[in-house]
């Protein structure tokens, strides 16, 4: 099977509406604009004449494919994210299609200085001859995940437009609030009602991921004295200083995203807020090992003790809270969820191949809600960033795998 993809035009529609998420907020979606997407999305599965679609309060969008075989299938879900990082501006997306593409660095036009090279981005040397999709030099596109969502879209027409295919019955979800780490916090699985599930957000063309970090949110405040600077002379005790001189004590060469690669952990400062009486520092804890999260987090709390130690009268509270887990824990049980996908790439002629997810996706929290679902490739790349790239054809070669995908589950149901 190999799918004539058009849908690099409903993609370059999506992300064009702004959908950032944001971290500081408490509401659920973090933010409304979300669901300008969302509505979109309902709409256009709607008029393609999927069934039980709904947009709910919170910003989820369900959809149903009906079965159309007599056998008895699980039901598997597919799940994108709609909302884009805060890292990086999401909004005013000016996608621009480059065809065939020769290797030649990609000059962005709103910023002549954001230069995407092959030297810098060594996939792209493997897209020689793609289309390939950027944003114009001042946002980032949105590939992760509008790539995802414009998948799952395009299946869903495929899929009903071709009642030839046999599958069994196939849930659709899309998330708000992924990149904050709160995707599947107030999704209802009763209502979606799935077996098994597979996130489309992944990066290379073949990428399959059972793995992921385990992780974990921790917050240090630091409490100092606070006194007029005129008069400060053994009074003052100032908590920014002192939580300058923790982010100084961290490891330079180890223990940081920066320096770590494959199964390596990290911790990782993510913010600081403050003033001289009460500074805030939060910190994202990473870890292959779930257990080793707990040695992190005590590592991290004793240097900020023997720091704080040095002030007296100053003091410090360290908190930790949980975000995800490694969803390994629940699919190395399960290695026909994993297996069924290989096998939908190599019919799709798409060579597998098996990473771990450096950080996390909507799948490893619905694998500790009852939904095993690893995730697959995008050809969204470059991420967070205005260097963000896609292409159409890894693009299209995903749907080919998930088109084949639905058939072995019904083929060895």
């Not at 385990?214 to 400060?232: K, M």
Request: glycine fraction near 8%; include cysteine; aromatic fraction near 8%.
């Amino acid at each position: 099977m190999n799918y004539n993809y058009t849908g690099s035009e409903r993609f370059m529609r999506y992300v064009q509406i702004d959908t950032q998420s944001d971290p500081e907020a408490t509401c659920f979606p973090s933010t409304e604009k979300q669901k300008d997407l969302a509505r979109v999305l309902e709409k256009e599965l709607k008029d393609i004449g999927l069934t039980e679609v709904e947009l709910d309060e919170h910003g989820y969008v369900y959809a149903t494919i009906p079965s159309n075989t007599d056998k008895n299938v699980p039901v598997i879900c597919f799940c994108a994210h709609m909302d884009t990082a805060p890292d990086c501006s999401g909004a005013n997306v000016k996608p621009i299609l480059h065809k065939n593409y020769q290797g030649q660095d990609i000059i962005l036009p709103d910023d002549t200085s954001q230069i995407i090279t092959t030297t810098k981005h060594k996939y792209l040397a493997e897209r020689i001859g793609d289309d390939i999709i950027t944003a114009s030099g001042t946002t980032l596109l949105g590939a992760d995940d509008k790539a995802g969502v414009a998948i799952i879209m395009d299946l869903a027409n495929y899929l009903h437009t071709h009642p030839d295919i046999k599958h069994g019955k196939i849930r659709i979800l899309f998330t708000p609030d992924e990149e904050v780490g709160r995707g599947v916090e107030q999704v209802n699985m009763e209502k979606l009602g799935a077996d098994y599930g597979y996130t489309l957000d992944g990066g290379e063309r073949g990428a399959i991921e059972g793995e992921s970090f385990s992780a974990d949110g921790a917050t240090l405040v630091i409490h100092g004295v606070s006194a007029h600077p005129g008069y400060a002379k053994g009074k003052l005790i100032n908590a920014t200083k002192i939580a300058g001189e923790i982010l100084a004590a961290l490891p330079k060469d180890s223990w940081s995203p920066e320096t770590t690669e494959g199964r390596e952990g990290y911790i990782h400062p993510t913010s600081i807020n403050g003033i001289q009486e009460k500074t805030t520092i939060k910190f994202i804890i990473r870890d292959f090992d779930t257990a080793m999260l707990k040695i992190h987090e005590d590592r991290l709390e004793n240097i900020a003790k023997e720091i704080v130690a040095k002030y007296p009268g100053a003091s410090y509270e360290f908190s930790v809270y949980e975000q995800y887990r490694n969803m390994m824990d629940i699919l190395k049980e399960l290695n026909f969820v994993m297996d069924h996908a290989i096998e939908a790439m190599n019919r799709a002629g798409v060579k597998p191949e098996q990473h771990l997810i450096r950080g996390g996706t909507d799948g490893s929290r619905l694998s500790f809600m009852g939904l095993p679902c690893p995730n697959i490739f995008t050809g969204e790349m470059a991420i967070h960033s205005k260097h963000e790239y896609v292409s159409v054809q890894d693009m299209q070669k995903a749907i080919d795998t998930c088109v084949e995908l639905v058939k072995v589950w019904e083929e060895k149901s």
